[in-house]
């Protein structure tokens, strides 16, 4: 496959146009690692160092080179100080072809690596004009320091392209590119779970994330967040970034990232760090695609709530009871779970929010005859709308606790970030998350939460917070 | 109109006795005029009215099962000597005399036009036998558009002697059995009857509470401590009721709610189980706020209340 043919399946809708005007909650600025004459794209954490694509030449390799040297590897680049970085090479001989390589993704260790190339890698093969040699998903197991083992991705196919792929943190999942047959159109986002060391079938996003033009560059960050790049999704224009996650078994409305990150150029290849505060993105605003990093301004929540507890108790009662005690009549209750409670009044907890039944029959003490049977009440219970952190509300000292951000409550909004804050400021995180408190000691958790645009583009904001006592 | 409203839509009732089977009252009772109060009678009076649909044109009869003060199912005072007198009225007045409506036997509580009447002693031709009177051309009774039929007033009076006269009423379309006047009812301001002496019996009576009614006052005459009496109706679930001791009158004032109103409520006796009391004769009265008098239906109108609790939670 050509440097022509390629740029097609990844590249063929960036445009270079004019750079946005950067936004308050970003900054962003070219890498120094990121020439302006080679392209640059799809940075992923590797290492200390960070591993991309890149079409710049490399007089190591001993490969083809088309007529405009426009083959893509993979490369790595390490830190050098604080704030610079050493000359990027070649990530590996081993697993770099003469045809096209890359993006990689790598498990959290690093010794797995999941990449895209060309499927046909034989010499014998190099034919520019030749568009049958697709791109497809392998991958390489790191072994006394190379990269062995490489094996091409079950359900890879000859007929269509498996690119971009992403693993997980946990490496559970992996997500990727494909213009295989079932999609919505154009390159779609896929993902494959394991299960006993095997990967499930793909299964598509859906149409709430694909489109029927290109979806890519998955980028599968700590928290379960998933940033791609779309052009068919509505933006700023050519690809823009986005990000979406599965809350409550279901994907969000992909939240297109700020106006400092996307451009009217094409945006895509993004990777965050654990803060998802700093990360890099690929972007050709600059002409060629250039990797740029980026820091995002800390959060603020003005005004948090104080939590309330749902309550699923309560006294059931007859009004018209004249509540004499000489009335001789047996009140027997049943709230739909077999038992039957007797009293005037009753006390009854329901497991939780939902629709319930209460019945009441009423007999007659001195007669035995029924004064009333089976009088129903309908009781529908609803948790405050509120968000709620679900958690423990006491917890040891360096014992991790888990938090759940629950917002299945919240009518009329869709939330689109977490940010929790326990005691150090707010950071974003997950709808799940583990802290380790260190010290004995009340805290206060504070939950933040940013729901996605309404019609007017205005973001609204929650936060609620709960007292959890360290012993 | 309410009234009428709810006795047409009950017109396919066919319990014409009175008392009527589903009040389980065994009999009513009157007492000779020399008999004393404290065997259950306050006045030795009883006055009952019927009411006959109009969709009856044909003759009516009313007719009184062992009308005689004699044989083993009256109360015997010493030997039997009283004399109760049967006297039916219709007309104008029979009904719509304010004094008809009311309790006190001294005024004209005989208003109408005397359409019968016969006086019974010891007489084993009818004792546990049916006597007939009539017939009675309906249009004899007086028309109430508000009871939604034509009235016929009942009297039984002791006139004397002191037994008491047990008997019980049916209105029939026939002089020789009973056969139900499809719609009829019966109705009287102040119930006298005899309780059964079975410990496990039940009984109960239906006055009406029309949609001026605010509070009542339920009063009853020579209980004995027999048992209990409460109260059910929509909104009430057996509130026990004060009971009577010997030969004395007892009232227990109750609120009406609102959906009270209209409806029928229900007066439940229910006997002593711990200790047998026998022979006990029983009057009852309910009256509104304002002192007025209101009737018991022997078919309760828009049937046995039935408590309907109003479930809260909290």
């Known amino acids: 496959m050509s440097k022509y043919h390629y740029i097609i399946l990844l590249l063929a809708l960036f445009f270079n146009s004019e750079l946005n005007a950067q936004s308050d909650s970003y900054t962003v600025v070219p890498t120094s690692f990121s020439s302006r004459i080679c392209d640059e794209f799809s940075p992923v954490f590797y290492n200390g160092g960070i591993v991309f694509c890149s079409n710049e030449r490399d007089n190591s390799l001993v490969g083809y080179k088309d007529e405009q040297n426009r083959l893509f590897k993979i490369f790595f680049v390490t830190k050098k100080g604080s704030n610079g970085w050493n000359h990027p090479k070649i990530l590996a001989k081993e697993i770099t072809s003469a045809f096209n390589d890359g993006p990689a993704t790598f498990n959290e260790i690093g010794n797995i690596m999941y990449y895209s190339r060309n499927n046909s890698i034989e010499n014998s093969m190099r034919n520019i004009t030749d568009t049958t040699n697709k791109l497809g998903i392998y991958s390489a197991e790191l072994i006394d320091g190379k990269w062995t083992n490489i094996k091409p991705f079950t359900y890879n196919n000859p007929l269509y392209s498996f690119c971009t792929p992403a693993l997980t943190p946990d490496g559970e999942r992996i997500y990727f590119s494909s213009d295989m047959p079932g999609g919505y159109g154009g390159m779609d986002l896929y993902y494959c779970d394991i299960h006993n060391n095997s990967w499930d079938k793909p299964v598509n996003l859906g149409p709430l994330i694909n489109t029927n033009k290109n979806e890519s560059f998955p980028f599968a960050c700590k928290y379960g967040k998933l940033y791609f790049a779309s052009d068919g999704l509505k933006g700023l224009g050519g690809k823009d970034l986005f990000y979406t996650q599965q809350l409550n078994e279901e994907w969000i409305i992909p939240v297109h990232l700020d106006s400092a990150i996307n451009s009217n150029a094409d945006d895509f290849g993004i990777v965050v760090d654990s803060t998802l505060e700093n990360g890099y993105f690929s972007t050709n605003r600059l002409k060629t695609d250039d990797i740029f990093s980026f820091k995002s301004a800390p959060i603020e929540f003005a005004t948090c709530d104080s939590m309330k507890e749902n309550n699923y108790c309560f006294t059931f009662y007859d009004e018209k009871q004249q509540l004499l005690d000489t009335v001789k009549a047996i009140y027997q209750w049943t709230f739909g779970d077999g038992i039957i409670h007797v009293g005037k009044e009753v006390r009854h907890c329901f497991p939780g929010p939902g629709k319930y039944s209460v019945s009441l029959t009423i007999i007659d003490e001195l007669t035995g005859d029924t004064i009333a049977k089976r009088v129903e009440y309908k009781a529908e219970l609803e948790n405050i709308n509120q968000p709620y952190i679900s958690s423990d509300k006491v917890g040891k000292v360096d014992k991790s606790m888990s938090f759940k951000g629950v917002t299945s409550d919240l009518k009329g909004i869709r939330i689109t970030d977490f940010f929790w804050d326990f005691g150090d400021g707010f950071k974003q995180g997950g709808q799940s998350i583990n802290y380790s408190f260190k010290k004995r000691g009340e805290y206060t958790v504070k939950l933040g939460l940013l729901s996605e645009k309404d019609s007017l583009g205005i973001v609204s904001k929650r936060c609620v917070i709960k007292k959890i006592k360290i012993n | ?314």
């Open chain 2, 1 to 314: 109109m309410i009234i009428s409203f709810i006795l047409i839509g009950r017109i396919a009732l066919f319990s014409q006795s009175a008392p009527a089977v589903d009040e389980n009252v065994p009999y009513l009772i009157t007492f000779g005029g020399n008999a004393i109060t404290s065997w259950g009678d306050d006045d030795f009076c009883q006055v009952f009215y019927c009411i006959v649909p109009p969709s009856q044109t044909d003759p009516v009869y009313i007719r009184v099962y062992d009308p005689d003060t004699g044989g083993d199912l009256d109360e015997l005072k010493g030997e039997f000597n009283t004399i109760v007198n049967f006297s039916i009225y219709g007309g104008n007045d029979c009904w719509s005399d304010t004094t008809a409506q009311g309790l006190n036997k001294t005024g004209n509580f005989k208003s109408g036009y005397l359409l019968s009447s016969k006086s019974f002693g010891v007489d084993p031709k009818y004792d546990k036998k049916w006597y007939t009177f009539g017939p009675f051309n309906p249009s004899e009774g007086k028309y109430v558009d508000k009871l939604g039929g034509r009235v016929f007033k009942i009297i039984a009076l002791g006139i004397s002697g002191d037994d008491g006269n047990i008997y019980k009423y049916f209105l029939s379309t026939s002089p020789v059995e009973n056969v139900p006047v499809e719609g009829g009812n019966w109705f009287t301001y102040e119930y006298h009857f005899r309780f059964s002496d079975d410990q496990k019996h039940v009984c109960q009576i239906y006055p009406f509470v029309d949609d001026k009614t605010i509070s009542i006052q339920i009063s009853n005459f020579d209980w004995d401590d027999d048992g209990t009496i409460r109260i059910f109706s929509v909104a009430k679930n057996g509130i026990f009721c004060d009971v009577s001791g010997e030969d004395n009158w007892i009232v227990r004032e109750f609120q009406i709610v609102a959906e009270e109103k209209n409806s029928t409520i229900e007066i439940q006796f229910t006997k002593n189980q711990n200790v047998q009391v026998r022979n006990n004769n029983v009057v009852i009265v309910v009256r509104n706020q304002y002192g007025i008098s209101m009737p018991f239906y022997v078919v309760p109108i828009g049937g046995v209340p039935v408590y309907s609790p109003k479930i809260r939670m909290k």
